[in-house]
């Protein structure tokens, strides 16, 4: 393969991540890729997509399923935080609605998220203990969905709702995709026409806003359905949308908009202020979340978003990890302009609401930096031991926010 092929794309004098993997191929390659690789592909979808290759793939699964066996910690601490969970039991009795309604009169979005956990952790509960009960739950609530769903509405944040539950429920079909009795193409169809419609509408209108009004979390959950679907249907052209947007969009979800200052050396680390900093740390530890799930899913296809622009988003998650730890950060004014007509706002200070808020989005960070590329990820490092074993939706309130990622972080990256 020549060096100028778009699959070994150079960055940096080093071979992309998914090069290294078509031309020396499978495990030497991701070895031989070693704790400093740093590259990005082009822009460019896998010739074939992997499968299972969202949130977890192969290795992971089979890594829980060996462990938990073995009865090993962590990994059972989060099984058995897993097992506890009211979702996860195979009695459990979806309530698939046609017409799903988040913000303004009539809401009900709590029947989709509360069953798109149910079907996640029945579908981990079968694929890390075999159990045949969870599986045939999981297919049963997948299939409703599939073929009762036919609308996503509200005000605007019926785009928080085709975004958050857009991404989450193309991972519990991922881990169904084989199962005989989950139909799949149904599954995909129903994606393909009731979420991927209004991600794509946010992600290039911004509901007619003032380009910079939305924080970055209603890009990113967006941008995480339009990736899950591309991986979902197999569909390269929405891969590949969601990874240009990643690198390039113009809303504050793109990498340079999301992390907007950065800040070498502080104390021994570089850090990167996050968007929503000035806002509050629910809405900032929810960013890792979503960004998290986006470089894990594009991790699993080839392609290393963890690692983009210098290792961008590390520098975020270390600096939000530090603040919720109670440490000072630094803090650059941001300003930004609201509304239809932009008008002109600015934070001068880090928002303190929320402030060491306990949300199951560090697992996935540590185990990817700390682990798999051996850095020194010392803030978020200890930001997930603080919080182990993760649990998901249902251990986390009964409100939405409980419910923005999936979880089982623990159980499912410890290595």
């Known amino acids: 393969m020549s060096r100028t092929s778009p699959h070994t794309h150079h960055e940096g004098g080093r ?70 969970n009211s979702h996860s039991q195979s009695t459990w009795t ?48 997948l299939n409703a969905w599939a073929t009762t769903l036919t609308t996503v509405t509200g005000n605007a944040d019926r785009f928080l709702a085709a975004g958050l539950y857009g991404w989450q429920f193309a991972n519990a079909a991922e881990l169904m995709r084989d199962y005989s009795a989950f139909d799949l193409g149904a599954f995909q169809e129903m994606m393909a026409n009731v979420f991927y419609p209004l991600n794509n509408q946010f992600l290039t209108g911004h509901n007619d806003a003032c380009i910079t009004n939305y924080w970055a979390n ?56 996050w968007q929503e900093s000035g806002r509050d740390q629910g809405h900032t530890v929810m960013g890792m979340g979503q960004m998290g799930a986006i470089c894990e899913m594009a991790w699993n296809q080839g392609e290393d978003l963890y690692s983009y622009d210098g290792r961008r988003f590390m520098k ?17 004014t941001y300003n930004w302009g609201s509304g239809q007509n932009c008008s002109p706002q600015s934070q001068t200070v880090p928002g ?43 251990d986390y309130g009964s409100d939405s926010g409980g419910y923005d990622q999936l979880g089982f972080g623990t159980l499912m990256y410890a290595k």
């Open 15 to 84: 071979v992309s991540r998914r090069g290294l993997l078509k031309t020396a191929g499978g495990l030497t390659a991701a070895l031989a890729l070693g704790a400093g690789a740093t590259a990005t592909t082009a822009d460019a979808a896998p010739g074939t997509f992997t499968h299972p290759g969202m949130l977890h793939n192969a290795g992971d699964i089979n890594r829980a399923k060996v462990r938990v066996a073995a009865g090993d910690d962590p990994w059972l601490s989060g099984w058995n935080k897993l097992v506890a």
């Open 94 to 141: 979806n309530r698939a609605t046609a017409t799903i309604i988040r913000g303004g009169t009539g809401q009900n979005y709590g029947l989709l998220y509360n069953d798109i956990a149910a079907a996640y952790q029945n579908a981990l509960r079968w694929r890390v203990g075999g159990t045949e009960a969870n599986a045939q739950c999981a297919a049963r609530i």
């Open 218 to 273: 209603w890009d990113l959950c967006n941008m995480a359905s339009v990736l899950a679907i591309g991986i979902l249907n197999n569909d390269g052209a929405k891969y590949d949308q969601a990874v240009t947007y990643f690198k390039n969009g113009a809303g504050n979800g793109s990498i340079k908009n999301a992390v907007p200052f950065l800040y070498s050396n502080v104390e021994g680390y570089d850090l990167g202020q």
């Open 316 to 332: 975020a998650a270390q600096y939000v990890a530090k603040y919720n730890l109670n440490m000072d950060v630094p803090f650059t």
């Open 352 to 394: 303190a609401g929320s402030r060491g808020q306990v949300r199951p989005v560090w697992a996935m960070l540590h185990y990817h930096y700390g682990r798999r590329l051996l850095l020194d990820d010392k803030y978020i490092s200890q930001m997930c031991f603080s919080v182990a074993p993760e649990g998901g939706g249902g």
